[in-house]
């Protein structure tokens, strides 16, 4: 307040990090989001003469007590994996955007802030920020991949965390990251999650993130936290590199596709078919789009990269689980200083070299070999496995429930038909854990539909 007082609303250009800022001045309420927006607030302004705000959609949920269902935020889900802001997946509840203003008074204004940008090809400051990062309850995600690896080249010894399932196959991930926690001396903490703690792990974060979303590793994501909130209360994630430096490798298959580019990006984030869509809810579905169709396609993308799928779908995962543990996220590579290095370097320039060299060049001398030579690869939950093996009961009893998928108003029999499928080896795994979520979202939030 002391900075607002002696600069005004200018205030929040000198602010960073994660935050969300409500204050009242002068009969106005405001609420306020970070850059990128970190953390999530719900609002609503039911037909009573007041406004209702909270981090927490079931707060909100105590003052409109019966809502339905937005079929925009059920087109998002089904399109992009996230319901996307401002929307909830409940009408005329909404969640702030990222660097958004909005005030309050006799009527509702939105606007969003820019940040002054200073480019600077030197990571010197943003190096000094992880390092400050430690304390005694201090934790890193260690995943072995890049991001982590930088992050613990930089910090003092701390305790680091690894998820690993017993279903697993591949052990390259956990190889890598016994390795760099042994090359930097991190206390490394292997946390394994066996088929017995992957429904009750699975069930706990649909509570804690509130709204559907598509998410392979939120069972895991929750699972490790909660250990990890035995000793830390801080913890260090890698989450952001990859949407600054173009480190996805499905937007480079976009981009080197030979039909339309932002055609191709979409079928590559989507998980539901058109078709079947169709079939299952019986109507059309009217699209969002909240990608801009330009000829500056690499723009168009990272834009929806940075600013819609990070914060609904990446960020909005770790801070709500992280939070329900008691532990807060700490995300350096979204930092100003960050954001300086990264703006040195256009987009084509960032697209047209090896993913993510100008983030691991300056590292190159520091890390494992096998880190900085290893290709990008997702976070492996074997959601495959889950589905036929421990899962799959689960799954037939979810989806015979009639009065969940009445909710949504799904075809019951169809939706059957591919369970059942699956039992006899049909492939569409994609679709099955798109519904499945989806299917325990609504069981989860069942009093609350109208």
Not at 36 to 56: I, M, Q, R
Not at 82 to 109: C, D, W
Request: charged share 20%.
């Amino acid at each position: 307040m002391k900075l607002y007082k002696k600069i005004g609303a200018k205030f929040i250009k000198h602010l960073d990090g994660s935050f969300v800022i409500v204050f009242g001045t002068k009969g106005k309420l405001s609420l306020i989001s970070d850059y990128f927006g970190t953390k999530t607030l719900y609002y609503s302004a039911p037909p009573n003469d007041y406004f209702v705000f909270s981090s927490s959609l079931q707060s909100i949920l105590r003052y409109v007590k019966k809502a339905k269902i937005s079929e925009r935020a059920l087109a998002s889900y089904l399109q992009y994996r996230f319901v996307a802001h401002p929307l909830t997946i409940f009408e005329n509840i909404y969640k702030i955007s990222p660097k958004q203003i909005i005030q309050i008074g006799n009527k509702i204004i939105k606007k969003q802030y820019t940040k002054d940008v200073v480019s600077s090809k030197s990571l010197k400051d943003w190096a000094q920020i992880v390092a400050d990062c430690h304390s005694d309850k201090t934790g890193l995600l260690l995943s072995g991949g890049l991001d982590s690896s930088i992050l613990a080249s930089l910090t003092e010894p701390v305790k680091a965390f690894t998820i690993s399932y017993e279903t697993q196959h591949s052990d390259t991930d956990l190889s890598c990251a016994k390795l760099v926690a042994a090359k930097f001396s991190h206390k490394h903490n292997v946390v394994k999650m066996k088929s017995r703690d992957i429904l009750s792990a699975l069930n706990s974060s649909i509570c804690q993130l509130e709204e559907p979303m598509y998410s392979t590793i939120s069972a895991s994501s929750n699972f490790l936290a909660n250990k990890a909130k035995k000793s830390v209360s801080t913890m260090i994630t890698g989450d952001g590199a990859d949407e600054l430096f173009i480190g996805y490798n499905y937007i480079r298959t976009a981009l080197n596709s030979q039909n339309n580019e932002i055609e191709e990006y979409k079928k590559q984030i989507s998980w539901c078919d058109e078709l079947l869509c169709k079939q299952l809810l019986g109507k059309n579905i009217k699209h969002i789009d909240l990608i801009k169709d330009t000829t500056a396609h690499l723009d168009s993308i990272l834009d929806f990269e940075q600013n819609y799928r990070l914060p609904n779908y990446h960020l909005s995962r770790l801070e709500k689980i992280m939070a329900a543990n008691n532990i807060i996220a700490c995300t350096p590579f979204l930092s100003e200083q960050m954001l300086n290095y990264v703006s040195a370097f256009t987009n084509k320039t960032l697209y047209t070299t090896p993913p993510k060299k100008h983030l691991s060049q300056p590292f190159v001398d520091v890390l494992p070999v096998e880190i900085t030579t290893r290709q990008k690869q997702p976070f492996p939950a074997p959601f495959i496995t889950w589905i036929d093996t421990c899962l799959q009961k689960d799954i037939i009893k979810t989806f015979s429930n009639k009065k969940l998928t009445c909710k949504l108003g799904i075809n019951h029999r169809h939706l059957l038909d591919l369970a059942y499928k699956q039992e006899k080896q049909y492939h569409d795994y994609t679709t099955i854990w798109g519904f499945y979520m989806l299917l325990l979202w609504v069981k989860k939030f069942y009093k609350h539909i109208v």
